[in-house]
C-alpha cells in the first residue's frame, strides 16, 4: 500500500465556499457569490465565538499593574477572559495566586472599589473595547496579572486566504457555511443543511474542550 506523505490539505477561503454552494446543489459563478458567502462565513465566525467553539484561539496575556489603579483596557480583539492570577515575586520567589470572576452586579456592589490591597477578584467589562477590572485596587506597581484570553478568529477578507482553524474543525466549518448560504439561495435545504450543522457543532465542540485526567482522592481517616 503507498501513501501521500502528506499532511497539507489546507483549503483556502474560495474552495470551502464552492464545497458549501454545492452542497447547496448550487454553483459559484459571480464576484457577488463570493463577496456574500464571505460576509457569511465572518457572521458565522461571529456565531461560533459566542458559543465558545474557539479554545485555540486562547492566548496568555499579561498586564503589569499600577498602585491604586483597579481598571485596565485589553486589546479590542479579546472576546473574554476565561481565569486569571495574580504573580507576585518575592525576592527570587515567584507565586501565583488565583482570582475569582465576579460578574457584573457583584463587581457593581462592592461598597468602595478604591481600598487598596492584593487583588483577588476581577470582572471583564466585554465593550468593544474590553476593561478588565479588578477589587481589591492593586498595593503596589509590581504585581503582575497574567490571564488566558480568548480571541477573535481571523475574518475572511480575501478568497485566497486561509482560515485561522484546526483542519479537525474544517467538516463544521463547511456544513455551517452551506447552511448559512442555503438561507439565501437553497431554502428548501435550509432545514436538512442545519440538521448536518449541528451534528459537525456537536462534534467541533466535544472536541474544543480541556481534557484532563480524572483523579480521585481516597478520603482517609485514622480512627
Do not use: H
Amino acid at each position: 500500500m503507498s501513501l501521500s506523505g502528506s499532511t497539507n490539505f489546507e483549503p483556502n477561503v474560495t474552495e470551502f465556499i464552492e464545497e458549501a454552494f454545492e452542497r447547496c446543489g448550487l454553483e459559484l459563478r459571480t464576484g457577488y457569490d463570493l463577496k456574500t458567502a464571505r460576509r457569511s462565513i465572518n457572521l458565522m465566525l461571529a456565531e461560533w465565538a459566542n458559543r465558545g467553539l474557539n479554545q485555540w484561539t486562547i492566548e496568555e496575556g499579561t498586564q503589569t499593574v499600577t498602585q491604586g489603579t483597579n481598571s485596565y483596557t485589553l486589546n479590542s480583539n479579546i472576546i473574554d477572559i476565561l481565569d486569571v492570577v495574580l504573580r507576585r515575586t518575592v525576592n527570587t520567589t515567584q507565586t501565583d495566586i488565583s482570582m475569582n470572576r465576579l460578574s457584573r452586579s457583584e463587581f457593581l456592589n462592592i461598597p468602595n472599589k478604591t481600598t487598596q490591597a492584593r487583588p483577588s477578584q476581577f470582572f471583564l467589562e466585554k465593550s468593544n473595547t474590553p476593561i478588565l477590572k479588578v477589587y481589591p485596587a492593586p498595593e503596589n506597581s509590581t504585581d503582575i496579572l497574567v490571564f488566558n484570553k480568548l480571541v477573535r478568529m481571523d475574518d475572511a477578507d480575501s478568497a485566497i486566504n486561509t482560515m485561522d482553524m484546526p483542519f479537525r474543525f474544517y467538516p463544521c466549518f463547511t456544513a455551517g457555511l452551506a447552511y448559512y448560504i442555503s438561507m439565501k439561495r437553497a431554502p428548501e435545504k435550509t432545514p436538512m443543511l442545519k440538521t448536518v450543522y449541528e451534528e459537525e457543532f456537536r462534534r467541533a465542540a466535544d472536541q474544543d474542550e480541556d481534557r484532563a485526567s480524572l483523579r480521585i482522592r481516597p478520603n482517609v481517616r485514622v480512627m
